[in-house]
């Protein structure tokens, strides 16, 4: 849209709604039942475990600290 000329950039918080869609498909994962979550959030297969896996990958780094990580100090 344009306002006084100048064009404006309204961002539609997609990245926004993906992670929350992404935390409500973790919360109902019971690992069998991925065929449900698909329909249930309108989404693919891929989608899915995608999903499982980004959120499981976040689960683990608060548990798991990087070795390797030079930022942090002993």
Avoid: C, H
Avoid at 4 to 28: A, C, H, S
Wanted: aromatic share 12%; proline share 4%; no cysteine.
């Amino acid at each position: 849209s344009q306002i006084g000329g100048m064009q404006v950039y309204f961002p539609r918080g997609e990245v926004l709604n993906t992670i929350i869609r992404d935390m409500k498909i973790w919360r109902d994962f019971t690992g069998k039942n991925i065929p449900e979550l698909v329909e249930r959030y309108q989404v693919t297969y891929k989608t899915v475990y995608k999903a499982i896996r980004r959120m499981r990958r976040l689960e683990q780094r608060k548990y798991q600290p990087d070795l390797f990580d030079n930022q942090r100090t002993l």
